[in-house]
């Protein structure tokens, strides 16, 4: 990731060699008798200049709009914006860090929705703050807070924006720090509430805002490449841009050739004679997989099974390029499908405030592995998380609840399954997600919820910049459904397809990672990491273990998981 990572000595204690005991190199650095700042990875996502007397570092990207044209913000640009003001800053669209030291005073910023974080820990002789997790344990172990964690392992995702660690300070969405010298090092923290344009918005107002994303402006020595799957967000994106871009653009996608995602893509780009790339990485030696899983669920808080990262670690063939991504990550929230289940068979007990009833709508367990302590202790982590998200939330009813369902998303997904991954990519590509830019997110209840549903807001869109794209096939999962079947039909027709054995089937990346890591992972069981834990239950463990290579396949989802959990927690050890 493009990083930041700072110390403030409290007295005259040395700072640490930053350089030595991370084997980072170091891009931009600024320090005075009380403060060490770094910053280092891709230079592309990463800045660092003064104005008058100020020190500021920045690590992501911002986009700025001038003319209805938006592009990307070089050093000049974000020099400018911040001699306005910090407050016009975190009105930019894009994903950021921004730290400013002035007077013996550093302050923090995170962009508003959440794309970008970082966590500050406080000691007795400093106070470090790092947007990387496994320099956190430079001074000392990171402890897992399962209150705050349960959510993240019983649930979609995490339902609150804390940091799962403990006598750790996580910042993100918006949330602010102000670290006084002169007062005794006191921290000041600063939240942000969400405020939404309460002003009727029009499928064409809506279209010229998101082209305007979509099409952006980027430097002669650059490329667009859109991220296209077999689903509707990626195509809508397509449809703007086959009808629209001047300039060139190709695009790409991800894994086998043959699964539905990929063959679509593929079927698509042939017709419109785009450029497109399919990118299938098969290096799968051992020792580099356990790296890559280490690097990769430190980094997203064991967001995914291990197994994810043979897919994702694709994005290495991106970085080679000098590209700017689009993706149409997050665009569910335009077509009313976050919370499809809940909003159907969950909808009196989200009306009534039944907490307990909204959880088994929300449900996502992972694996089993945990001793009956730590189990107890997340289940009620889980009840406490929903309760303060009901309190925070504006008062649910009937003629709310659509709209509800979509900012309780906004407020919980984006900043704890986005963010991490967004923050991972800043490290090799230039990535942005036009469906989640601020300036379009305020006009989020603007939109009619008619118009959202069932795609009919997306549809209207593609129809009216390249119509053609209406004859391929749409992709839900590893099933194939015609263009034309609105949300609920196209879930009964993958229902169908798999009932028939007719969907998509290959040999899971998750059996492939478990029997590349057999040895591995019997061995990591039997550690004292495991075996002297007193957060695990060890029977449990080894029997879903034992009974997976024993062939009961359908335990790999949760020996994957497993594989995943135990790497992290060891990964945040020194």
Known sequence: ????????????????????????????????????????????????????????????????????????????????????????????????????????KVEIYTDKLGLRDIYIREFSDRIIFSTKIKWLTYYGNLEINFAEFSSRWLLFNQISQDSVFKNTKRLVAGKTAVININENYKVSYGNFKHEFSQN????????????????????????????????????????ILLNRRKEFFDTHSFGTPSHPDSFIAKQITDKFNVPHHQYNSTNNIVDELINDIQNYTTETVANNAASAI?????????????????????????????????????????????IEEIISYLALPRADIFSKDIILEMKQGVKEQLENIFDLLPKINSNNIENWLDHFGLLTRLPNYYSHEQTRLDDMITAVMPF????????????????????????????????????????????????????????????????????????SNTDILLKLLK?????????????????YDKIKIQNLVDNYYSGTQKNGYSVDWLLSFIIFNQSISR
């Open 436 to 507: 989640v830019q601020q300036s379009l997110i305020s006009s989020l209840f603007g939109v009619e919820i008619r118009e959202k549903k069932n795609g009919r807001l997306f549809r209207k869109i593609i129809s009216e910049n390249y119509s053609e794209l209406r004859d391929f096939q749409l992709v839900k999962g590893n099933t194939k459904h015609p263009y034309y079947l609105n949300s609920l039909q196209s879930r009964l027709w993958s229902i169908m397809i798999k009932k028939m054995s007719k969907d998509y089937r290959e040999v």
């Open 310 to 354: 043979m897919q994702l670690r694709n994005y290495e063939f991106l970085s080679k390029r000098n590209l700017v991504v689009i993706d149409g990550g997050f665009g569910e929230i335009w077509r009313r499908e976050f919370f499809y289940k809940l909003l159907i068979k969950g909808r009196k007990a989200l009306l009534s405030g039944n």
């Open 1 to 104: 990731m493009s990083w930041l990572f700072g110390e403030i000595s409290k007295g005259e204690k040395s700072f640490s060699d930053f350089d030595k005991i991370s084997n980072e190199i170091v891009l931009h650095s600024f320090s005075n008798n009380n403060v060490n700042l770094v910053s280092g990875g891709n230079s592309r996502n990463l800045y660092s200049f003064n104005i008058s007397d100020k020190n500021i570092f920045i690590a992501g990207i911002g986009i700025a709009n001038s003319g209805g044209i938006n592009k990307i913000m070089d050093k000049n640009a974000w020099e400018i914006s911040l001699k306005k003001g910090i407050e016009e800053t975190l009105n930019l669209d894009g994903h950021y860090v921004i730290i400013i030291v002035e007077n013996r």
């Open 519 to 535: 040895e591995y992972i019997y061995d990591i069981i039997s550690s004292k990491s495991i075996t002297e834990s007193d957060i």
């Open 200 to 239: 009727f918005l029009t499928s064409s107002d809506y279209e010229s805002h998101l082209t305007s994303l979509v099409n952006l402006n980027i430097s002669s020595s650059e490329q667009l490449s859109l991220s296209l799957s077999g689903g509707m967000d990626s195509r809508v994106i397509l449809s």
